[in-house]
């Protein structure tokens, strides 16, 4: 059982995911536009914000980017679009996964229980510190150093570093790191990874067209490549 935010300004959807949900045993709020959705966010702290693009005020994608401020709660974007440039936004915003209209509400609902399945882990590895040539990532204090330098990242973005330091100097497919991460449950894209990637080198590579850190094995996927101290 979960807090679920539905955030959709067609009533007879959210009438028919609010009923899905419920059979579950989950507690769900509805908002039916941006600003609604807002408040109603940071008034009930949901665990899992199904949140449509199409929003009158304010749309689902500035929605979005005030919750990923504020909060790594997990968000499932809907739209009636089918083109692939509303999915991969959505994604480099930082939602978890999408469904496009029409969509059925059964899947839906299994979709919400594999999201809630999720342990969004940091690996096998039970140690607190990782001290590289460069990076130090402490895991227990959530904190990224490159040599003097803070780095400031998600805690999706954290948890994804980490798991690559975890296994240092190994290549991980994005197969792999959508089961460290995400959670073995996944249903979207394995792009969600690129894009994750592609938001952790802008902040911690020195060049991001160029990476030391985080080096792309071309059609295995990805490998921490600092040295170990």
């Known amino acids: 059982m ?14 028919v995911v ?14 039916r536009d941006g600003v609604q959705g807002l408040a109603a966010f940071r008034r009930y702290s949901p665990e899992l914000v199904i949140l449509d ?11 979005l980017q ?4 504020e909060s790594d709660v997990y968000i499932m974007m809907l739209t009636a679009k089918s083109e692939e440039f509303d999915r991969v936004m959505g994604l480099t915003v930082g939602a978890d996964d ?19 399945r999720r342990g969004r882990g940091t690996g096998q590895d039970d140690r607190q510190v ?5 990076l130090k990532i402490d895991t227990q204090r959530y904190e990224v150093w490159r040599n003097d330098d803070a780095i400031e990242l998600t805690a999706l ?11 240092a100097g190994k290549v991980l497919s994005r197969e792999q790191l959508l089961e460290q991460v995400w959670g073995y449950d996944f249903y979207g894209e394995e792009r969600v990874v690129d894009v994750h990637i592609g938001h952790i080198r802008q902040k911690l590579e020195v060049n991001p067209a160029d990476p030391q850190f985080i ?15």
Do not use: C, W
């Not at 295995?220 to 101290?229: C, L, M, N, S, T």
């Open 18 to 31: 609010e009923a899905y949900l419920k059979a579950d045993g989950n507690t769900v709020y509805v908002a």
């Open 98 to 116: 999408y469904l496009t209209k029409p969509f059925s509400p059964r899947e839906l609902a299994a979709r919400v229980k594999a999201i809630l």
């Open 2 to 15: 979960a807090t679920i935010l539905v955030v959709d300004d067609e009533d007879s959807i959210l009438n």
């Open 53 to 63: 693009i199409m929003l009158p005020q304010v749309d689902g994608m500035e929605v």
């Open 130 to 134: 990782f001290a590289f040539k460069h």
């Open 66 to 69: 005030h919750i990923r401020r």
């Open 157 to 167: 973005e954290f948890k994804l570093l980490a798991t690559l330091a975890v296994y």
């Open 215 to 229: 080096v792309t094995v071309r059609g295995v996927g990805y490998k921490f490549a600092d040295e170990p101290i």
